[in-house]
C-alpha cells in the first residue's frame, strides 16, 4: 500500500490564481481530513469527510472548497490565494468504526507558498 | 468547545536525560480520545499512541512512557534516556469519540532538541 500521497510537495501561487491539492489513499479508508500547519498553531482542520459524497467544514474552511466523489480522493481547492493561505497542508484518513478508534494516518504534506 | 494546551514551546536536553512533554486538555465529553503524534524534521507525522478517557492505565512502550491524569485533565509523555533520534515537534490531540475520530483537535506542539 501507498498509504496517503499528496501531490504536489512545493507549490508557488501568487494572490488570486486557484489551484488543487489532490490526497489520495488505497487503505479504503471512510474518513479523510485536511489540516493546515502553521508556525506556532499546531494542525487545524480545514474540511473533513465521512464517506465519498459527504463533506463538512472544519475550524477554518474559508477559501477552500472540498469534494468527496470517491472513496479514494479528497481533492483540497483553493479558490483564490491570498498569502494568508501559505501553510503546510496535511491530508489525513483512517477507518471508520462504532467499536474502536483507530489512528489518522497522514500524508506527507504539501508546502503551499502565496506570494 | 474542545482545546489542548502544550505549554512548553521549546525543550532542550542533553542526551540521555528524561524529559517529560506535557498535554493539559479541556473537553464536556465524558468520552473523548487523547493522541500523541511526533513530526521528525523531515516533517512527517508518526503516530505514538491513543488513549480513551475510561482508560487511565499508565502505557510504556520501550523508553516513552505516558501518564493520563482525568483528575487533572492531563496526559503527559515522558521519554526516558533522550536520544538524538527523538529531536522533533511532539503533538497531543484530542477527539471527541470514537465517531468523530476525524476531526482531531491540536495543541500548538512541543520542540523537543536533544543534544548529543
Known amino acids: 500500500n501507498a498509504g496517503v500521497t499528496q501531490t504536489p510537495k512545493f507549490q508557488v501561487l501568487k494572490t488570486g490564481q486557484s489551484m488543487t491539492l489532490q490526497c489520495a489513499q488505497d487503505m479504503n479508508h471512510e474518513y479523510m481530513s485536511w489540516y493546515r500547519q502553521d508556525p506556532g498553531m499546531g494542525l487545524r482542520l480545514i474540511h473533513y469527510?465521512?464517506?465519498?459524497?459527504?463533506?463538512d467544514q472544519g475550524e477554518v474552511p474559508n477559501g477552500y472548497n472540498v469534494s468527496r466523489s470517491t472513496t479514494e480522493d479528497f481533492p483540497l481547492r483553493l479558490l483564490s490565494a491570498a498569502p494568508s493561505q501559505t501553510s503546510v497542508y496535511f491530508c489525513?484518513?483512517?477507518?471508520?468504526?462504532?467499536?474502536?478508534?483507530?489512528?489518522?494516518?497522514f500524508g506527507p504534506g504539501t508546502r503551499l507558498t502565496v506570494t | 468547545a474542545q482545546k489542548v494546551t502544550q505549554a512548553q514551546t521549546e525543550i532542550s536536553v542533553v542526551e540521555k536525560e528524561d524529559v517529560t512533554l506535557d498535554c493539559v486538555y479541556e473537553t464536556r465529553d465524558t468520552t473523548y480520545y487523547l493522541f500523541w503524534y511526533k513530526q521528525p524534521p523531515s516533517g512527517e507525522l508518526v503516530f505514538l499512541i491513543r488513549?480513551?478517557?475510561?482508560?487511565?492505565q499508565n502505557e510504556i512502550s520501550g523508553r516513552y512512557s505516558w501518564n493520563f491524569q482525568k483528575s487533572t485533565s492531563s496526559f503527559n509523555f515522558t521519554i526516558t534516556a533522550s536520544q538524538v533520534v527523538d529531536s522533533a515537534v511532539y503533538f497531543c490531540a484530542l477527539s471527541r469519540d470514537r465517531g468523530s475520530n476525524y476531526k482531531l483537535t491540536f495543541g500548538k506542539g512541543t520542540l523537543l532538541t536533544v543534544n548529543p
Open positions: 488513549r480513551n478517557s475510561f482508560d487511565e
Open positions: 469527510s465521512v464517506g465519498a459524497g459527504i463533506t
Open positions: 489525513a484518513s483512517s477507518y471508520s468504526s462504532q467499536d474502536y478508534l483507530y489512528e489518522q494516518y
